[in-house]
């Protein structure tokens, strides 16, 4: 069956092909989820929540542009809505100087510990990390989407890249007692 005939049975309510529609884009979906979530039950929250909206809004989609990038920014869309719904995601408003942190420390660690140390932000930190640098949004636009000022997206991501560089150091200097 053809991605096109796919969606369009999908518009049409066949569960057969909703459950061919998650085989095809659960990991690919699940990995966003787990850039944006504390921990995989979170992220398995998240798959699931954005799946639900996908199936009910696939009839908006018009076959203009990558399915798969729809559906991704669904998932971000689903996952960010969440979290403004649950925490107050404006609460730093102090302007930091950016921070450049050299890649170096960067390469040091390994994957699974870099993903660990970014689950562990605080939400509006791991938020504001992931969409600037994981997934390239400005600050205008992820101030947009948070609901918060350009002043605070910057100083959430100066702040961010402060702790992941606190934690990698100490990981590092941990490794080097051992």
């Not at 995601?89 to 890649?103: F, G, Q, T």
């Amino acid at each position: 069956m053809s991605l096109e005939e796919l969606i369009n049975n999908c518009k049409k309510g066949n569960r057969k092909a909703q459950e061919q529609l998650y085989r095809d884009y659960s990991r690919v979906l699940f990995g966003v989820c787990l850039k944006y979530s504390r921990n995989k039950t979170e992220a398995e929250d998240n798959l699931h929540d954005s799946f639900m909206v996908i199936y009910n809004k696939i009839d908006q989609f018009k076959f203009k542009g990558s399915f798969e990038g729809w559906i991704k920014r669904i998932t971000v869309n689903t996952i960010l809505q969440k979290y403004r719904k649950e925490t107050n995601l404006s609460l730093v408003h102090d302007n930091i100087e950016e921070e450049e942190v050299e890649a170096s420390s960067f390469s040091e660690i390994s994957l699974a510990s870099l993903l660990q140390y970014i689950q562990e932000l605080p939400n509006k930190y791991r938020l504001t990390f992931n969409l600037y640098v994981l997934d390239g949004y400005s600050h205008a636009e992820i101030s947009e989407m948070l609901g918060t000022s350009l002043g605070t997206s910057k100083s959430n991501l100066a702040r961010a890249r402060m702790i992941l560089k606190e934690k990698i150091e100490a990981d590092i200097k941990r490794e080097v007692i051992l």
